[in-house]
């Protein structure tokens, strides 16, 4: 018998069935950006500052594309803070600093919401790094 200080193992196997839940989430956002004529350069892009869940790429644009799996836009929005935000913008400028050749492009946040069901809604340019021009 597990002693009650060690738990039972559900915490993990929750655990691991939101980590499935959330790659699935990414899986769909990738097809639906290509899908709009997005070319998928990286998928959970590690890096040493934090992880890109999408890197696309379309004309002139680098999008970096966050992925929330949530009912709706606006709760996508809402669990994307500004901790969070200031992290993925510092992955980018990471990518960027070792991927020159992309430097070119416009760089673009992106958030895509995706549902349990029903269709991921693309929100281009979600947000943009405090200090930024608009474009």
């Known amino acids: 018998m597990r ?6 193992g559900s915490g993990r196997r929750e655990r691991r069935r939101r980590l499935a839940r959330g790659r699935g989430g990414e899986w ?16 959970r892009l590690r890096t040493p ?6 890197v696309a790429v379309r ?7 966050e992925v929330k799996r949530r009912p709706d836009p606006e709760a996508a929005r809402a669990a ?10 510092a992955a980018a400028r990471w990518l960027l600093a070792v991927r020159p050749d992309l430097a070119g492009l416009r760089l673009r946040f992106d958030l895509v919401a995706v549902p349990a069901r029903g269709l991921p809604r693309h929100l281009p340019d979600a ?9």
């Open 28 to 43: 769909r956002a990738a097809l639906w950006l290509r899908l709009r004529g997005y070319r998928i350069l990286y998928r």
């Open 59 to 65: 004309g002139g644009v680098l999008a970096v594309v």
């Open 49 to 54: 500052v934090g992880e890109l869940d999408l």
């Open 80 to 89: 994307l803070g500004p901790v969070q935000r200031r992290r993925i913008e």
């Open 127 to 135: 947000w943009r790094p405090e200090g930024s021009s608009p474009a």
């Open 3 to 8: 002693s009650p200080w060690w738990g039972n």
